[in-house]
């Protein structure tokens, strides 16, 4: 993510020749993931685990578009280009950053350690297209005009790579362990970059909300008060944080 620099040169036997400099600078990509909807208590310690898949398929599309275009413009020297593009096959190992360290703590590095999950369809894309037409000769096994046609999509285009290549294997997830703590209540945003220590274009931004909301605490007041007479009893109220309380309460039981 730096500032790069292109010289432009028009050349003319007429007029002369003309230069010009373009300045372009690299900026976070768009999110590629946002995890929501996690909630814990002030004060506690929340243990969390981010599922992500190992191949950058945003990325991977890219460097294909990439590809098929300069390989149409220099079809002589497609060899070199895809080359260049491809990058190292390997992707395994990502640095971690984050915006908010005081509230989240992560391993600075995470290795990809051989999980593998399906979180759409795991009976299905835990087979291969092999392993589908096989089983439709079975009796007690569901055929292929069993299953249900946006079903059979799902599980073609999990089984590819997005990019037209077969690929039987299930989808690779990469793990990365969260620990989050906070003292006040409201809701903690955090921005997680993870790059590719085996291929630099590699860049993900994942984005992480935490609602932090206060204990569950249940105070019990006790009320000794003579017949005939009345006690009055004040209860302090304490809001230290930032969001504004509304505060209900339901007395039962025969109250007076």
């Given at each position: ?74 079809p ?13 096959p ?5 640095t ?58 799902k ?35 955090c921005?997680i ?31 000794n ?7 009055t ?16 309460f ?7």
């Amino acid at each position: 993510m730096d500032t790069y620099e292109c010289n432009v040169v028009f050349v003319n036997e007429k007029y002369g020749e003309f230069q010009y400099t373009i300045e372009g600078s690299a900026d976070l990509p768009e999110p590629i993931k946002r995890f929501e909807g996690k909630e814990c208590c002030v004060e506690e310690n929340f243990d969390f685990t981010l599922e992500l898949e190992l191949q950058n398929r945003y990325l991977q599309n890219t460097l294909s578009l990439l590809k098929s275009e300069k390989l149409v413009r220099t079809p002589r020297r497609g060899n070199r280009a895809s080359q260049s593009l491809d990058g190292n096959p390997e992707r395994n190992s990502f640095t971690v950053e984050s915006n908010r360290t005081a509230n989240f703590n992560m391993p600075n590095v995470i290795v990809y350690s051989g999980d593998v999950q399906n979180p759409n369809q795991p009976n299905i894309t835990a087979l291969s297209l092999t392993d589908l037409q096989n089983n439709s000769t079975k009796d007690n096994s569901a055929t292929l005009n069993d299953l249900k046609e946006k079903d059979l999509n799902k599980s073609v285009s999990l089984i590819t790579d997005g990019l037209g290549h077969n690929n039987t294997s299930r989808i690779e997830i990469i793990k990365l362990p969260i620990k989050f703590y906070a003292k006040s209540c409201q809701t903690y945003d955090c921005d997680i970059i993870l790059r590719n220590l085996d291929n630099p274009l590699d860049i993900r931004l994942i984005k992480v909300s935490v609602l932090v909301k206060p204990k569950n605490i249940f105070a019990k007041i006790e009320f000794n008060c003579p017949v005939l007479c009345e006690i009055t009893q004040k209860i302090p109220i304490y809001n230290n944080s930032d969001v504004d309380w509304i505060v209900k309460f339901d007395l039962n039981d025969n109250c007076n």
